[in-house]
């Protein structure tokens, strides 16, 4: 009996050394992480209990503003918009001009931050932005998948990874990928290379071409989904420039995806897809669709959505929800027009339609 309680005290002071100055020790038997969790089934997101789980929220910036308020915000002002996710913007070791998501320290204090505010956290790394070559070593912002999927697997974030295995998803790459068979090549083995080092988080996977060619998911969606051994796999679309709605014209420079016939389309794959990143009508807004419509759209076809963004920065009314430069939430005076639809409408606003999972 002394021995084994020898071994244990070892053990616990091997973790506790191992483990960054600033991070909480893991306790699976902690009610509070481990008494919820969100997986794929039957083509669907579901909670512990199998109920239906449709993300809602917003895209949370840690790449480029203020650590301390986006922290804030993460645990005490987005959750006051009854989001019940939040898609964390982080960065891997090629973003070399912020420090505040580019450890596995910092990311897991993100994580937390998410959890103690009732929001399902989603990770990323946006080094992948609009690249669309596999192996590309990290240089100034800019990884390729491959070297994206070695940092996931470095022994820090891979364990990580297994700390939240149930309430973290996992979005492999902001924006990776070509519109050719690259994209499903790359995937496939990324997704084999995760899953092998025993990575069983829902995995959340970007369409290619920054994140808003339909093209890719409807053609390699439903090969990645079922080349995961798990099938816990989520698609992801983004909604900017090349998206419309049919009550609008179309510019010649880029081919128009348009919401009204895409979306159903995309709800029929295999895989659970979800609006990973989308924006509001404004000048200079680079939106050319609808959002309340499509935002209908969403609704209609059980696809879940993250605005872009809870704040990014002074005078992006069409990119903020909130326009409070502390990224506050403290009346409705402090919510942009995007903000007050998308949290108060009374058919299709967060205080209506988002769920948490069961027991969070």
């Known amino acids: ?158 364990q990580l990874l297994k700390d939240y295995e149930g309430q973290l998803m996992v979005n492999i790459a902001n924006e990776w990928g070509p519109e050719d068979r690259g994209f499903l090549d790359c995937y496939k083995d990324a997704i084999s290379r995760l899953r092998s080092a025993g990575v069983k988080n829902v995995l959340v996977i970007d369409a290619g071409r920054c994140g808003q060619s339909a093209n890719t998911l409807l053609e390699f969606g439903d090969q990645l989904f079922d080349h995961d051994p798990l099938k816990n796999l989520v698609l992801s679309i983004h909604m900017y420039g090349f998206w419309t709605t049919e009550d609008k014209t179309f510019s010649e420079w880029t081919p128009p995806f348009d919401i009204e016939t895409f979306i159903p389309r995309l709800a029929n794959l295999k895989a659970p897809v979800i609006v990973g990143e989308f924006g509001w009508e404004g000048e200079g807004s680079s939106i050319n669709y609808d ?18 963004a809870w704040y990014d920065g002074k005078d992006k009314p069409f990119f903020n929800a909130t326009k409070d430069e502390s990224y506050r939430f403290n009346k409705d005076s402090d919510l942009t027009d995007a903000g007050r639809f998308i949290i108060h409408d009374p058919k299709l606003g967060m205080k209506v339609i988002a769920k948490k999972p069961s027991n969070m």
Request: proline share 5%; hydrophobic share 40%.
């Open 1 to 158: 009996m002394h021995q084994f309680r020898i071994v244990l005290v070892s053990v616990f002071l091997f973790l506790a050394c191992s483990i960054d100055e600033g991070d909480s020790i893991f306790d699976p038997m902690d009610p509070e992480k481990s008494s919820w969790s969100i997986s794929v089934s039957n083509g669907n997101l579901v909670d512990s209990e199998g109920k239906l789980f449709i993300p809602y929220g917003f895209n949370s910036v840690h790449v480029w503003l203020d650590e301390a308020q986006s922290i804030n915000a993460l645990k005490n002002e987005m959750p006051k918009s009854g989001a019940n996710t939040v898609r964390i913007v982080a960065s891997g070791s090629s973003w070399t001009w912020n420090q505040q998501s580019n450890t596995a320290s910092k990311r897991r204090k993100l994580i937390e931050a998410a959890i103690e505010g009732k929001m399902v956290p989603m990770l990323e790394f946006h080094d992948g932005t609009c690249m669309e070559l596999c192996d590309l070593p990290a240089k100034d912002g800019k990884m390729g998948l491959k070297q994206i999927v070695d940092e996931w697997l470095e022994p820090a974030n891979l």
């Open 291 to 308: 959002p309340k419509k499509a935002l209908q759209i969403f609704h209609d076809n059980q696809i879940g959505w993250l605005f872009w």
